[in-house]
């Protein structure tokens, strides 16, 4: 079992290099193919007008751009050619949250940094990564921006709940659950004020991760009032020397807006090592 086709997301952003040699180390251990697809945003030139004062600072800043989606280019090729990774790159200007999608229903697995508000080049569409994980039809991977890894899978954490979420979300990183040198499955018991429906043990989905010849443990921990599921989750993640979290990604869209789950929205935000996520 084996991703064999894996895309890439890149944007014009500091962290794209590290994401790209990220997906690389992946295409390399799963022998995958590897599509480097770069999406830039693009505003009206009157805002960059508004904002300096005149059209000099918008051609300077599409300048800069061209050179950097140049140079990332030549960075893509020349690294699959050092790898030895079979892929193709891919630039588009078209709007991020169309095209990305489309393109990531045709891959195994979706590679895509996690939101960086401090960085305006990494920019592309609103609510990007959100909208990828509901409409993409496929597992995503999100790579924390702030942190570079020099492994991931290898202690997983699967985060159980019983959802249809989380169970699309352990079969689609089966890939990567069947390599782990150890799997833990953690379920949050509900307060006890709630309802007991809510307590949903983990042995069922261990047995089956545990049929790929995966070292499988589960583990329950309690929820505790007002600290939000998502931060108990990165917490026992750092307890476990977690390199990659895999859990559901719960929301829906309304009108223009994507509205996630709370758990969904706290890892997306304060992610400290790599997400799986499905939908």
């Known amino acids: 079992m084996s991703y064999k086709s894996i895309l890439v997301h890149l944007d014009l952003g500091e962290s ?3 994401r790209l040699q990220f997906a690389l180390h992946l295409a390399k251990q799963f022998d995958a193919h590897l599509t480097g697809l770069l999406t830039v945003f693009r505003p009206e030139p009157g805002s960059f007008y508004v ?3 005149t059209a000099d600072y918008f051609a300077e800043v599409e300048a800069m751009r061209t050179e950097r989606q140049a140079a990332l280019e030549r960075f893509f090729k020349a690294e699959i050619a050092r790898e030895k990774v079979v892929g193709e790159w891919k ?3 078209g709007y991020a949250n169309r095209l990305v999608p489309a393109e990531a229903r045709l891959a195994d697995l979706t590679v895509v940094g996690q939101h960086n508000p401090e960085d305006a080049e990494s920019f592309v569409a609103e609510q990007f990564v959100e909208n990828l994980l509901l409409s993409a039809g496929r597992p995503v991977l999100v790579v924390p921006y702030a942190v ?3 492994s991931v899978g290898e202690n997983v954490l699967l985060a159980w709940d019983g959802s249809r979420e989380a ?3 352990a079969h689609d990183a089966l ?4 390599r782990a040198k150890q799997v833990v499955v953690l379920t949050v018991n509900a307060l006890k004020a709630e309802a007991p429906r809510s ?3 983990g042995s069922d989905i261990a047995e089956i991760i545990a049929r790929y010849g995966v070292n499988v443990v589960t ?3 309690e929820g505790v009032r007002d600290v939000p599921i998502g931060e108990l989750l990165l917490s026992r993640a750092a307890d476990f020397g977690t390199d990659l979290i895999v859990m559901g990604g719960y929301g829906h869209s309304r009108w223009r807006e994507v509205v996630l789950g709370g758990a969904t929205r706290t890892i997306l935000k304060a992610m400290t090592v790599p997400v799986l996520m499905s939908h």
């Open 16 to 18: 794209a290099r590290p």
């Open 51 to 53: 904002m300096a004062g």
């Open 91 to 93: 630039f588009s200007e």
């Open 148 to 150: 570079e890894f020099a």
């Open 167 to 169: 169970t699309r979300a």
């Open 175 to 178: 890939p990567f659950l069947a």
């Open 199 to 201: 307590r949903i043990p």
């Open 219 to 221: 583990e329950q921990m």
